[in-house]
């Protein structure tokens, strides 16, 4: 089992950042793939970005590309996600979440392993 706890979510104004951390207990995380997914109110969750085992590859949603870096940190079993130029829009729970497939990370059901999430508001 992998316990994931999410942490430095907030309230900021737009165009601001934030930085969102993914701790891991249980097991070592270093072979599996991590995401960071988002819901919104009234919204499905949805795909945000992911990064492989090794950290050599990454993936973004086009609504954060270029403004959303995932990173991780397999030595102290952790994800991160940094947030730049926030817009209104961004605004939702985040959740960190870990699978061992290697395809379809692009969709939530992939992911086997969930933390209870961190709300991001971004205000304008």
């Known amino acids: 089992q992998v316990q994931l706890v999410e942490s430095g979510g907030g309230l900021v104004q737009a165009g601001g950042s934030l930085r969102l951390s993914c701790a891991a207990s249980g097991r070592t995380i270093s072979r599996y793939n991590m995401g960071w997914l988002r819901q919104a109110p009234g919204k499905e969750r949805e795909f945000v970005a992911r990064?492989?085992?090794?950290?050599?590859?990454?993936q973004y949603a086009d609504s954060v590309k270029g403004r959303f870096t995932i990173s991780r940190d397999n030595a102290k079993n952790a994800v991160y996600l940094q947030m730049n130029s926030l817009k209104p829009e961004d605004t939702a729970v985040y959740y960190c979440?870990?699978?061992?497939?290697?395809?379809?990370?692009?969709?939530?059901?992939?992911?086997?392993?969930w933390g209870q999430g961190t709300q991001v508001t971004v205000s304008s």
């Open positions: 979440a870990a699978t061992d497939k290697a395809r379809g990370t692009y969709y939530p059901t992939s992911y086997d392993y």
């Open positions: 990064i492989t085992w090794t950290g050599g590859s990454t």
